[in-house]
Structure formats: structure tokens, C-alpha cells
């Protein structure tokens, strides 16, 4: 019996991924501030709970933040 190594199927690349990759992330357009600097936020790449908008950060606060978690 020979082994076939073709991924395709749950776990091979499917046609909207890149080879060995996921490919692009959808984005959400948004218009809030950060909660903790200010900074304008204008994409997530995800939907954004409408009762949360108040508690996002921006990349760099949540950088900041998850780092603080490492240590």
C-alpha cells in the first residue's frame, strides 16, 4: 500500500489558504479609541462585541498588557 502525502482534506491547504499558511485575516472597519492610551483604532480582526467597544486596546497596549502576563 503506498502512502499518498497530497494534503488535502481537513488538514491540507484548502483554495482560499497559501501554502503553508492560513492566509489573509479578515478585518472589521471600527471607529473607537483605545481604553487605556487614547490611540484612534480603526480595523480589528475581529467583530467587535457592541457593549465591549469601551474596553479594547490598541496593538501596542495590548502588546503591553499580554507581555505583562510572561513574566
Same mark, same amino acid.
Given at each position: 500500500?503506498? *502512502?499518498?502525502?497530497q494534503?488535502? $482534506? #481537513? *488538514? $491540507?491547504? %484548502?483554495d482560499? !489558504? !497559501?501554502? $503553508?499558511?492560513f492566509?489573509?485575516? =479578515?478585518m472589521?472597519?471600527?471607529d473607537?479609541?483605545?481604553? =487605556?492610551? $487614547?490611540?484612534?483604532?480603526t480595523? &480589528?480582526?475581529f467583530?467587535p462585541?457592541?457593549? +465591549? &467597544?469601551s474596553?479594547l &486596546?490598541? =496593538?501596542?497596549?495590548?502588546?503591553? #498588557?499580554? !507581555? %505583562? *502576563? +510572561? #513574566?
Amino acid at each position: 500500500m503506498a *502512502f499518498d502525502n497530497q494534503q488535502t $482534506g #481537513r *488538514f $491540507g491547504p %484548502s483554495d482560499n !489558504q !497559501q501554502a $503553508g499558511g492560513f492566509g489573509p485575516k =479578515k478585518m472589521y472597519d471600527v471607529d473607537v479609541q483605545c481604553s =487605556k492610551c $487614547g490611540a484612534k483604532i480603526t480595523q &480589528l480582526p475581529f467583530e467587535p462585541d457592541p457593549s +465591549r &467597544l469601551s474596553q479594547l &486596546l490598541c =496593538k501596542d497596549c495590548h502588546r503591553a #498588557r499580554a !507581555q %505583562s *502576563f +510572561r #513574566r
